[in-house]
């Protein structure tokens, strides 16, 4: 068991290096003797774990992606959408450091590409069970919610006071998002 501890304990220090470095600079700027250098631990331990820092990161990515769908799954199947957004917020919150480590412009572009799929299949499934006239459109109602969503969210997670809970801002989206949908079902494919 000690030796699950030390493993755990060596991929969290070496987490927690690699996220602190992307702050200042892009991974590919990265080294693995920065990283190893900053976390106090041999080149050897580290390629134990690792290829590269961009399979490290990848694997911190993918942590972070298995967390969004853990507190998907505790959701009840028809769970009202605000409370999917505010559980969504309370896990970017828990995680706010590392969050806003992997959407800035130093993390891999494609993070956000992965979350949006992780949650585009789930938001789908719930307004087909209201659906629109213009089914034909949700893929570009939900890119069009999304982005907005990613981008108040980026601007939430930059403002260092955090002034809005959770709970706040999964009503201010849920308005925005239920509001942009209205819209959209009332539009005219004619």
């Known amino acids: 068991m000690s030796t699950d501890r030390r493993v755990k304990y060596t991929k969290m220090v070496l987490k927690n290096s690699l ?18 250098e900053d976390a106090d631990v041999n080149r ?53 450091e590392l969050c806003y480590t992997l959407l800035s412009p130093n993390g891999d572009m494609r993070f956000e590409e992965k979350v949006s799929g992780v949650v585009r299949d789930r938001v789908i499934a719930v307004w087909r069970m209201n ?3 213009n089914q034909n ?35 201010v989206l849920n308005a925005f998002t239920a509001n942009t949908y209205g819209v959209a079902n009332g539009f005219d494919e004619n």
């Open 44 to 96: 050897a331990t580290y390629y134990s774990h690792y290829q590269d820092q961009f399979d490290q990161l990848n694997r911190i990515e993918m942590e972070f992606i298995d967390g969004i769908n853990e507190y998907l799954d505790s959701l009840a199947e028809n769970s009202a959408p605000e409370k999917v957004l505010e559980s969504l917020l309370k896990y970017i919150l828990d995680n706010r």
């Open 137 to 171: 459109f949700e893929d570009y109602f939900y890119t069009y919610i999304l982005s907005g969503c990613v981008g108040i969210v980026k601007k939430w997670l930059n403002d260092g006071d955090m002034r809005y809970t959770p709970q706040e801002f999964a009503k």
């Open 19 to 36: 996220i602190k470095l992307m702050q200042e600079k892009p991974i590919s700027r990265i080294t693995i003797k920065a990283i190893c």
């Open 131 to 133: 659906p629109t006239k």
